[in-house]
C-alpha cells in the first residue's frame, strides 16, 4: 500500500517536519508533483534544512527518496540541494532515484513565468517564479523535455527549439533577460542530475507495492492551491490532492492506504488571492511573528488568519482524509481568544460549503470564539499533558470535519509532536 500526506491549506502546513517525523515507519518516500516552488523545512540535529525538490525522508538511513514523473524539476535548484544534503554527511546515489518521465525547468521556462507575472500586472499570481506554470504548459501542450531526454543524443537539439519558441513569445510579451548567464548553469547542473539514477518510476513503485514495502508519498503544496479545486486562478498548476499522486507516481487509487491531511491551527497563505479569514491587524502580525511565518522557498511574508474549517471540510473531502494533523499548536500559545471560521455567509446566506466564486470581498465569515490553551504547548510531552482547552478546540475540529486528529505538532524539532 502506499499512504499519502498532503496539505489542506495554502501550502507551508508543515508537511516536511511531518514527513520527516513519520519516515522512520516507511521504506520509500515519493514526492508526486510540485517543483522548486515548494519549502519544506525540517531540522537535522538543531540545523535548518529546506528541501524544494527532493522528498523529505533524505535524512533517514535505509530510505529511498523517489522524485516522481509528476515533479517538474529545475536541475540548477537540485544541484544545490544535493550539495546541501551531501554537506550533512547523506550520500544522494545511494538514496535518491529520479522517474525518466519527471518533465525538466528550463531557463526559458523562469523567464516566462516572470513574464506571465508582469503581464497579469496587479491580477498577478504571485507565483514564487521557478517557472512551475510554463513548464506544467509544456508538459500538457506536448512540448516538454523530461529527464529521459536529457541523456539522448539529440537532447541539445530538441532544447533549442523549445527555447526558440520561449524566446518568440518573450518577444512577443515584451520581456527581456539575460538568458545565456542563467543556461550556462542550467547545462552545467545536469551533471548533477545525471549523478543519480534515473528509473521507470511506475513500475518501480508498483513492484515495491508487491514486495510490501512501504511507501509515502510526500504533497506539495496544499489543496487551496490543487489546480481544479483550489481557489483558482490563485493557485499553482498540478494536482495538489490526494488523487494527484496516481498521475504523478504511476499507481493505482486502489493501493492508497492512509491519507495525511496537515493543517496549521490557523491560517496561512503567501502570493496573491482570496483569504477571507485573513488578519490585517495586529493579531495577524503577531500569528506572523510567533510563527516565524516568512516563506521557506522566497522569504516573502505570509498572509496569516484564523483557521477555516468550511475550507478544511472541503479539503478533508476532496482528498478523503483519514487522519487529520495539526501543526504549530504553540503558536497560539499567547492568544486568550482563538476564532474559527464555522460558515460562509454569501449573499445574506450562511453555508458551509465552499463556493466557487471565492473571493474575500462576496464572503463574510461566520466565526465561533474558543478559549485559548492557557498553558504552553511546546511544553507539552504527551496526551496527558495536553490542556482541556485544546482538547475542545480538537474535538471542535474532528466533529466539524468528520476526521480524527491523529497527530498535533508543537515546535520545529522532529520530537515535537504527540500521537493522540
Ligand atoms: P511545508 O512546506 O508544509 O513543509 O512547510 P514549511 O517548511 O514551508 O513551513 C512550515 C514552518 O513551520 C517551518 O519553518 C517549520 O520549521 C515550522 N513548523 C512546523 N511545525 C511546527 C510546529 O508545530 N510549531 C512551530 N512553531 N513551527 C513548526
Ligand atoms: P509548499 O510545498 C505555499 C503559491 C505561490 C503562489 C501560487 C502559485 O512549501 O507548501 P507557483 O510558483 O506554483 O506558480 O505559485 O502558489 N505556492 C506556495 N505557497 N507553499 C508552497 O509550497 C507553494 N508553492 C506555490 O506563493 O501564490
Ligand atoms: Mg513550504
Known amino acids: 500500500m502506499i499512504d499519502v500526506l498532503l496539505g489542506l491549506q495554502w501550502g507551508d502546513e508543515g508537511k516536511g517536519k511531518i514527513v520527516d517525523y513519520l519516515a522512520k515507519d516507511y521504506d520509500i518516500i515519493a514526492r508526486f508533483q510540485g517543483g522548486p516552488n515548494a519549502g519544506h523545512t525540517l531540522y537535522v540535529k538543531d540545523e535548518k534544512i529546506v528541501l524544494h525538490t527532493i522528498p523529505s525522508g533524505v535524512f533517514h538511513d535505509n530510505i529511498i527518496n523517489v522524485i516522481g514523473n509528476g515533479v517538474v524539476i529545475d536541475p540548477i535548484t537540485l544541484e544545490k540541494e544535493l550539495e546541501s544534503i551531501k554537506s550533512h554527511g547523506v550520500d544522494p546515489t545511494s538514496k535518491i532515484l529520479v522517474s525518466d518521465r519527471a518533465h525538466i525547468i528550463l531557463p526559458t521556462h523562469r523567464a516566462l513565468d516572470k513574464a506571465s507575472e508582469l503581464a497579469k500586472g496587479k491580477d498577478k499570481i504571485g507565483s514564487t517564479l521557478k517557472g512551475i506554470g510554463p513548464t506544467y504548459m509544456d508538459k500538457t501542450g506536448r512540448n516538454g ?38 543556461e550556462k548553469g542550467f547545462f552545467e547542473s ?28 510526500e504533497g506539495a503544496q496544499g489543496t487551496m492551491l490543487d489546480i481544479d479545486f483550489g481557489t483558482y486562478p490563485f493557485v499553482t498548476s498540478s494536482n495538489t490532492i490526494s488523487a494527484g499522486l496516481c498521475n504523478g507516481l504511476g499507481v493505482p487509487p486502489t493501493m492508497v492506504g492512509k491519507v495525511f491531511g496537515i493543517t496549521k491551527a490557523y491560517c496561512t497563505r503567501v502570493g496573491s488571492g482570496p483569504f477571507p479569514t485573513e488578519l490585517h491587524d495586529a493579531t495577524g502580525d503577531k500569528l506572523r511573528k510567533l510563527g516565524g511565518e516568512f516563506g521557506a522557498t522566497t522569504g516573502r511574508p505570509r498572509r496569516c488568519g484564523w483557521l477555516d474549517l468550511v475550507a478544511l471540510k472541503y479539503s478533508c473531502m476532496i482528498n478523503g482524509v483519514t487522519d487529520l494533523i495539526i501543526t504549530k499548536t504553540d503558536v497560539l500559545d499567547d492568544f486568550d481568544t482563538l476564532e474559527v471560521a ?22 463574510k465569515i461566520g466565526y465561533e470564539s474558543h478559549a485559548g490553551w492557557g498553558v504552553s504547548m511546546a511544553d507539552c510531552r504527551a496526551i496527558s499533558d495536553l490542556p482541556q482547552t485544546f482538547m475542545n478546540y480538537r474535538k471542535f475540529i474532528e466533529d466539524y470535519t468528520d476526521v480524527k486528529v491523529s497527530f498535533i505538532s508543537n515546535g520545529v524539532a522532529r520530537e515535537a509532536l504527540i500521537e493522540l
Open 342 to 363: 464555522t460558515s460562509y455567509i454569501i449573499d445574506g446566506k450562511a453555508t458551509d460549503q465552499f463556493p466557487y466564486e471565492f473571493t474575500t470581498e462576496n464572503i
Open 190 to 217: 545536469l551533471a548533477a542530475l545525471k549523478s543519480l539514477k534515473v528509473i521507470n518510476g511506475e513500475y518501480y513503485l508498483n513492484n515495491a507495492i508487491k514486495a510490501g514495502k512501504r511507501i509515502l508519498a
Open 145 to 182: 523535455i523530461r529527464v529521459g531526454d536529457v541523456i539522448k543524443a539529440d537532447f541539445k537539439e530538441r532544447y533549442n527549439t523549445l527555447k526558440e519558441k520561449h524566446v518568440k513569445l518573450l518577444n512577443q510579451m515584451g520581456f527581456t533577460e539575460d538568458i545565456a548567464a542563467y
